[in-house]
T-cell receptor, first 113, second 117 residues
Framework: GDSVTQMEGPVTLSEEAFLTINCTYT??????LFWYVQYPGEGLQLLLK?????DKGSNKGFEATYRKETTSFHLEKGSVQVSDSAVYFC????????????FGKGTLLTVNP | DAGVIQSPRHEVTEMGQEVTLRCKPI?????LFWYRQTMMRGLELLIY????????DSGMPEDRFSAKMPNASFSTLKIQPSEPRDSAVYFC???????????????FGQGTRLTVV
């Protein structure tokens, strides 16, 4: 079945460090890919998305590029802030008639001042 | 819009009791999802509805779990009887099909933290 694999956390960085969170997927079709973020005590919210190969999603300094050849959608940010501390989820959907989001297990990021 | 509203935010109950979680989706959204989040299993889709009709309930763990959506503005997830292993954060999310479903964003509520003792 369809699945998303994220790098195991937790990830701890110092402020202004470079961030990469790896995400790979397995899908029976041609998915759209998403990154969601969950701040402490809150629900998930969409961070960025990409719907076709080579698309780059970006938001709030975060970027991810849809790589069909490696089935990957790695999240990157050049300089993290303390306020970026959260859990990050990679997800996919195939759309069509049976819409659902399949999530990875999430990666906890802690940024220290 | 106030977003997706879930109640209660926290629920502590004794094993064997019935628990009902409630969700009000964003007005105009025609998809509603129930997810369960635990440390061990991450975020699991339990069931989702389209236009108030259950489409996929394959994630519902067992017969003790049931979900209903009597109208477009309200859904419930019921656990009867509850067990300690049901302790988790339960999220409701809603979305609206705008053009291709491939672009659709899901909007999440703040979740209900359930503790069964």
């Amino acid at each position: 079945g369809d699945s998303v694999t994220q790098m195991e956390g937790p990830v701890t960085l110092s402020e202004e460090a470079f961030l990469t969170i790896n995400c790979t997927y397995t899908a029976t079709g041609y998915p759209s890919l998403f990154w969601y973020v969950q701040y402490p005590g809150e629900g998930l919210q969409l961070l960025l998305k990409a719907t076709k190969a080579d698309d780059k999603g970006s938001n709030k300094g975060f970027e991810a590029t849809y790589r069909k050849e490696t089935t990957s959608f790695h999240l990157e940010k050049g300089s993290v802030q303390v306020s970026d501390s959260a859990v990050y989820f990679c997800a996919l959907t195939l759309g069509g008639s049976n819409y659902k989001l399949t999530f990875g297990k999430g990666t906890l990021l802690t940024v220290n001042p | 819009d106030a977003g997706v509203i879930q109640s209660p935010r926290h629920e502590v109950t004794e094993m064997g009791q019935e628990v009902t979680l409630r969700c009000k989706p964003i007005s105009g959204h025609d998809y509603l999802f129930w997810y369960r989040q635990t440390m061990m299993r991450g975020l699991e889709l339990l069931i989702y509805f389209n236009n108030n009709v259950p489409i996929d309930d394959s994630g519902m763990p067992e017969d003790r779990f049931s979900a209903k959506m009597p109208n477009a503005s309200f859904s419930t997830l019921k656990i009867q009887p509850s067990e300690p292993r049901d302790s988790a954060v339960y999220f409701c999310a809603s979305s609206s099909r705008t053009g291709s479903m491939r672009n659709t964003e899901a909007f999440f509520g703040q979740g209900t933290r359930l503790t069964v003792v």
